[in-house]
């Protein structure tokens, strides 16, 4: 396989909060292929969104240390001078997100918000040439009328419209990197439905890499190509989706499934239906990250940090017994 | 008991900061004044010394004296309870008929809630001190006047607020259950609504002080609010601009005192402010 | 879409004329309705008991004040409509020509102190949100609450006392008697920065905290992930939102201004409103002050309908429909 568009090799990030330094992403291991959709579920916590915020440089502003290292087309993103991040944001990375209500501003344009980015990629650009790359572009994204609607303030049109602007605004930038932050969660079912089929009709557009990041495993199932699992801040179980899904060999991940067959989509993405809670990540790891809520864990669980193993053609995970388990 | 404990609470939170302490200090330092004016002043504050005028300040005379011979440290001591009486009593005032008219513009029917809301924009339209001259206009300076005044150009402040608050705990679950146990109208705003929007409404008269002490102090400024010989610090401003040719010190002296309070006041204000509720009185 | 946006605007502006309207009207009761509460003989109580019998007889009569209540409030409606404010009692002028005479001065102070206000106000505040937690921040803070808190009048008399005499390096007092516009502008410095010190005070510390929680926003984020520069982020996407809080409380600020103008002018010895008003309730001359303070309500209303209605063309949202109320 050729070289991946970005690896990440034991990323950890922490965040100063009011308890204490928190351990946010404990050692993420993880590689993203070029031209690949990449789904990332976990319930809310697990440290995807962190994730995505590390490979964007939009880390919050608690944020205490990073380490790692994250290679983007051979770039180490990690400490990287943030005029540079700046470069990288909008030509080469770019990023859609959840609530598509508050992710526009309120006082400008559709069309100054579309304009404003695709002059940052081009500076060259005339308004008008990035106006109808603009309109040409929402037409893509299947808004009608783009015309009046790039003269729209974005409380003018609906949400799932807001969010098809969002991604009209990404794929202007033919970017290499799209971070994709649960882009459907916010919008009702119906909604959802038709913005993750434009997503898949827009492969074709997007010539590089895809994060999807969700809670909700059919829309990744749908849409991925490639799936991470995470879980208190680490990967617990990657590799295709097909496999993945269809033979998890993770305990999480069966458990996630588990509950997906049950109750389908909670708000939030809490998994009630395991026993237990998620890991409070101001406590330090000391053994396996699930081992607390594993129905299989043993002994040597509770005292060894697993490490992600080749577990199948391209599949990885992070349990001390996937070989033994049934 | 359990009132007493909230208020002290907030009291050492309002007083963390530096800000904060140091306007609580003069807060304390002006309240003090105010109250044992006669027993911290040196001198009878209009005791006359026509020899001894515009004398620097002294062993005598701690801050010198004006252009009658006069003290200015006793006569600033007694400014203070002029200056604390005006203001509270305006205060006062104006919280109590606020609070009514805000809870009455809740309650009443939509017309008598514009009428009232009218009324408040109708107030609030005459910038206060131009308000203030129309009115001395017509009753002639005097320092019930200038209370009657600020207790007016303050009320729609209050009322609104009080109105604010009222509207989003009028339909709350526990006023609801109470109504439905038959509670008297009077029985829930005297026991639950009262006691529930008293706290923003105290912050906002806290910090409306030095407001207060400003517009006293600009109306007796211009001789049209505490008449001499009462030593307001707003008279002893006049006074000692209109021989500042003869000396600097009392103009400086007076004016000096009086920004210090004002921005004690508006320091400690804030700071309760911050410690109760951050987002209450910020338009001011 | 577009068609029902502009009607509602519409509707917007129309309901906030009709308050302006009614506000105007209610001052002009409220004016009236004081001259008539005047205990006792109102000719001796507004001239003062030193007053001639002449000029009380001629005062009852220009005033309408042997008419019942009714007919003087008709007739001083009818009066002000038809732009006329009443004659000065004492040199028998008419009040519309004094104010007008003096109003210029006045309206040119206010807006030169509001003018510099934000001039100096809003790139502190920029400046102290952008470098949140330092030094200059923490200094501007207290520098802020300090102007905020000293009465403008003493900020005056100081700035008179350092600039102008001990430095003597303005002009002192008054206007420039020959209209010189160089003179007449030094003469502006030290009464404008008396009036604006509190307001370029209250502005930085506004834009700061409206800068700090804009940039906080979701859609600054989004501006930040597709890399648009911190310069373009800072002075278009947040500057604009930042600026809807401040304009709302600049109408105030007129308000507020105009008072302070008062006892500004009084300090330099500058003629204008707040000069002829308070000369006018020294020699109780009540004509000259309903007449200067109606004026002045009527310039501070329309300043805030003015300052509401721009508000609502930056912000495209539509805002509720109630009033000064929810605005103020």
Not at chain 3, 151 to 167: D, E, M, R, T
């Given at each position: 396989m050729a070289e991946p568009l970005v690896a990440i090799r034991n990323l950890k990030l922490e965040a100063g909060t009011a308890r204490g330094r928190a351990a946010i992403l404990r050692g993420i291991d993880l590689e993203i292929g070029r031209g690949r959709i990449l789904g990332l579920v976990g319930e809310s916590g697990s440290g995807k969104s962190s994730l995505a915020a590390c490979l964007i440089g939009l880390t919050p502003a608690n944020t205490s240390a990073i380490s790692g290292e994250i290679r983007f087309d051979g770039q180490n993103l990690v400490g990287l001078d943030p005029t540079a991040f700046a470069r990288l944001r909008g030509r080469r990375i770019a990023m859609i997100f959840q609530d598509?209500?508050?992710?526009?501003?309120?006082?400008?344009?559709?069309?100054?918000?579309?304009?404003?980015?695709?002059?940052?990629?081009?500076?060259?650009?005339s308004r008008a040439a990035a106006l109808s790359e603009a309109t040409a572009m929402l037409v893509k994204v299947g808004i009608a009328d783009p015309e009046a609607r790039i003269a729209a303030y974005p409380h003018q049109l609906s949400g799932g419209m807001r969010q098809r602007v969002m991604i009209a605004m990404a794929l202007l930038m033919r970017p290499d990197l799209l971070l994709a932050d649960e882009p459907t969660t916010a919008l009702d079912a119906t909604v959802e439905a038709q913005i993750v089929?434009?997503?898949?009709?827009?492969?074709?557009?997007?010539?590089?890499?895809?994060?999807?990041?969700?809670?909700?495993?059919?829309?990744?199932?749908?849409?991925?190509?490639?799936?991470?699992?995470?879980?208190?801040?680490?990967?617990?179980?990657?590799?295709?989706?097909?496999?993945?899904?269809?033979?998890?060999?993770?305990?999480?991940?069966?458990?996630?499934?588990?509950?997906?067959?049950?109750e389908d989509d909670a708000p939030g993405g809490r998994l009630l239906s395991i026993p237990g809670e998620v890991p409070d990540p101001v406590r330090p790891m000391t053994g396996c990250i699930f081992a607390?809520?594993?129905?299989?864990?043993?002994?040597?669980?509770?005292?060894?940090?697993?490490?992600?193993r080749t577990s199948g053609d391209g599949r990885r995970a992070a349990c001390l017994r996937f070989e033994e388990l049934p | 008991m359990n009132t007493l404990a909230a208020i002290l609470a907030t009291l050492r939170r309002a007083t963390g900061s530096i800000t904060g302490a140091v306007g609580f200090t003069i807060f304390v330092l002006v309240i003090l004044a105010a109250l044992f004016a006669p027993v911290i002043a040196t001198h009878d504050p209009d005791a006359l010394d026509v020899m001894n005028r515009f004398a620097p300040p002294s062993a005598a005379h701690w801050l010198g004296t004006d252009h009658l011979g006069r003290d200015l440290f006793s006569r600033l001591i007694h400014g203070a309870t002029i200056a604390m009486s005006v203001a509270l009593s305006a205060i006062a005032l104006a919280l109590a008929a606020g609070t009514v008219l805000g809870i009455l513009a809740a309650y009443l029917s939509d017309r008598g809630e514009r009428v009232i809301l009218i009324l408040f924009d109708v107030i609030a339209a005459f910038p206060s001190l131009v308000l203030a001259l129309a009115i001395v206009a017509v009753f002639g300076p005097s320092t019930g006047v200038v209370v009657a005044i600020v207790a007016l150009t303050m009320t729609p402040h209050f009322g609104r607020v009080a109105r604010a608050q009222v509207l989003t705990l009028k339909n709350a679950p526990f006023l609801e259950a109470e109504r439905i146990l038959g509670a008297s109208g009077a029985r829930i705003v005297f026991v639950h609504l009262l006691p529930n929007i008293m706290g923003p409404l105290v912050v906002l008269a806290s910090m409306d002080i030095p407001v207060v002490i400003t517009i006293e102090a600009g109306l007796s400024f211009l001789g049209l609010g505490v008449r001499p010989p009462l030593a307001s610090w707003g008279t002893l401003i006049q006074d000692g601009y209109q021989f500042l040719s003869d000396s600097w010190i009392p103009v400086v002296v007076s004016s000096l005192a009086l920004a210090l309070a004002t921005l004690g006041f508006t320091l400690f204000g804030e700071a309760l402010r911050d410690a109760v509720d951050p987002r209450i009185g910020r338009e001011r | 879409m577009t068609r029902l946006f502009k009607d509602e605007r519409l509707g917007y502006v129309a309901s906030r004329l009709l308050t302006t309207v009614l506000i105007v009207f209610g001052a002009m009761v409220l004016l009236f309705a004081l001259t008539a509460l005047v205990p006792g003989d109102p000719a001796k109580s507004l001239l003062g008991p030193q007053a001639s019998p002449e000029l009380a007889k001629r005062f009852i009569a220009e005033m309408g004040l042997d008419q019942p209540l009714h007919v003087r409030l008709w007739r001083f409606f009818g009066a002000v409509l038809t732009g006329n404010l009443g004659v000065d009692v004492i040199s028998g002028k008419p009040v519309v020509q004094l104010v007008a005479s003096v109003l210029p001065y006045t309206v040119i102070l206010t807006f030169s102190a509001i003018g510099l206000s934000v001039l100096i106000g809003v790139p502190l505040g920029i400046h102290a949100a952008t470098h949140r937690g330092?030094?200059?921040?923490?200094?501007?803070?207290?520098?802020?609450?300090?102007?905020?808190?000293?009465?403008?009048?003493?900020?005056?008399?100081?700035?008179?006392?350092?600039?102008?005499?001990?430095?003597?390096?303005?002009?002192?007092?008054?206007?420039?008697?020959?209209?010189?516009?160089?003179?007449?502008?030094?003469r502006m410095i030290l009464p404008t920065l008396a009036l604006a010190a509190g307001w370029i005070g209250f502005i930085a510390r506004l834009v700061r905290s409206s800068m700090l929680e804009v940039l906080g926003e979701p859609y600054i984020r989004t501006a930040r992930a597709y890399g648009l520069s911190e310069r373009l982020i800072t002075y278009k996407y947040a500057l604009k939102n930042a600026c809807i809080p401040t304009i709302a409380i600049l109408g105030l600020g007129i308000g507020r201004l105009l008072g302070g103008a008062v006892l500004v002018e009084i300090v330099f010895a500058r003629p204008g409103l707040g000069r002829l008003v308070y000369e006018a309730v020294s020699e109780r001359n009540f004509p000259v002050v309903q007449g200067a303070v109606l004026v002045v309500v009527v310039l501070f209303v329309v300043v805030n309908l003015i300052v509401d209605l721009s508000y609502s063309a930056i912000d495209p949202r539509i805002r509720r429909s109630s009033g000064q109320g929810a605005g103020a």
């Open positions: 598509p209500m508050t992710a526009l501003n309120p006082l400008f344009t559709i069309g100054t918000h579309l304009v404003d980015v695709l002059r940052h990629r081009d500076p060259g650009l089929e434009l997503l898949a009709a827009l492969r074709r557009e997007v010539s590089g890499s895809i994060v999807f990041i969700s809670h909700h495993l059919g829309l990744v199932a749908q849409l991925c190509d490639d799936v991470a699992v995470m879980y208190g801040g680490t990967v617990v179980e990657t590799g295709p989706v097909d496999a993945v899904l269809t033979d998890p060999r993770h305990p999480y991940t069966r458990a996630l499934i588990a509950c997906e067959i049950d607390p809520r594993c129905a299989h864990a043993v002994e040597t669980c509770r005292s060894e940090v697993p490490e992600l | - | 330092s030094a200059s921040d923490t200094i501007l803070a207290f520098v802020s609450v300090a102007f905020i808190a000293v009465p403008s009048f003493v900020i005056a008399i100081f700035l008179l006392l350092i600039f102008a005499i001990w430095l003597d390096w303005l002009p002192v007092l008054g206007t420039s008697r020959s209209g010189e516009f160089l003179d007449e502008a030094r």
